[in-house]
């Protein structure tokens, strides 16, 4: 299949561009988009074929459920059924954005959307592309990240041709995405709202809207009785072929392990890298060092952590070490990705 890559300026979208890439979502076709988290991979969530031809491109087990993209809050209406308050306290705090709402879904939405599942799963994006398309398209757009499945999202238009071209009819390629990392799961279909994913929006925030809020137990705590609840989250995910493998602790007992630990790979002859924050990246000096962002701009890092994840595979380094980028606010999501590429590989010191 030959791919159609667009060019479209989120600060100035041309309608007949728009249009064309609309066209394909109305004929069940895929398009990929930029979205403020990551980019997604777009069909239309109440078309069956759609949402198998999702699946295909990206090889995702079927089992693992698609998020529904809409481009107004009423909407929930159209796809979800028994809706709780919460839902709309949520959305009004946080929509359009990086949170995403597991809901119970009505009944024409399709299995092949949700994975087999009675819940849905909803987000309103604030992304200006994703909106527009989800409006000129007249469709609701299943969209999960736009990678093939196992490899890390995609952040930049690039990202998605090395994944996506002759395996979808579009491309939209809108720039390089704010935030880095999917969003926020919550499940409103227990008692109390629960984080299936951590993202740009804090347990906190979700908090102080809703009163009460937890972390999936499964997230915090991974084995064989515990597992995360969102599908998901139980697959390998992000990792590197090399070896990564966090160090954590006070900064200099870090920065002194990461230095030994390089000069022991280094004599073994492996190809040798540090993911370093930019507070500290000058104490790696003759190593492969990718300076990951400021600590003090916690945003930065998370916006780089999965093009470095790519670029890593890029120059074939065979054994990594990271830094642990535990910040306050998107720290948790953060560490929730880097301890997945890791395997749970982590020293603390
Ligand atoms: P992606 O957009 O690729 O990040 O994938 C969507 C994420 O949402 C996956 O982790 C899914 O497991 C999760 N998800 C989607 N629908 C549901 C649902 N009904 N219940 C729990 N998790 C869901
Ligand atoms: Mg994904």
Known sequence: MKTDIIRIDPENIDAAAMERAAGYIRKKELVAFPTETVYGLGGDAMDTGAS?????AKGRPSDNPLIIHI?????????????????????GAFWPGPMTLII???????????GGLDTVAVRLPSHPIARELIKKSGCFIAAPSANTSGRPSPTKASHVIEDMDGRIACIIDGGTVEIGLESTIIDLTE??????????ITLAQVKSVTGEA?????????DETTRPKAPGM???????????????GERQ??????????????????????????????????????DIGALSHEEEI?????????????????????????????GTAIMNRLLKAAGHRLIRV
């Open 104 to 114: 119970k879904k009505k009944a024409g939405v399709p299995y092949e959307t949700t």
């Open 191 to 200: 008692d109390i709202p629960t984080i299936l994913r951590p993202g740009a």
């Open 234 to 248: 139980r697959y390998r995910h992000y990792a590197p072929r090399g070896e990564l493998t966090i160090v954590e």
């Open 214 to 222: 937890r972390m999936d137990p499964g997230l915090v705590k991974e």
């Open 71 to 91: 481009a107004q809050t009423e909407s929930l209406y159209d796809i979800g059924t028994d809706i709780p308050e919460a839902a709309f306290d949520l959305a």
């Open 52 to 56: 198998k031809r999702i699946y295909s």
């Open 253 to 290: 007992a870090v920065i002194s392990r990461i230095q030994k630990l390089c000069e022991e790979s280094k004599n073994a002859g492996h190809r040798t890298a540090v993911i370093s924050s930019t507070e500290s990246a000058k104490n790696y000096e003759g190593y492969r060092v990718f």
């Open 302 to 330: 998370a916006h780089n952590l999965y093009d470095i994840l790519r670029k890593l595979d890029e120059e074939d380094i065979e054994q990594i070490y990271s830094e642990s980028f535990d910040t306050p606010n998107v």
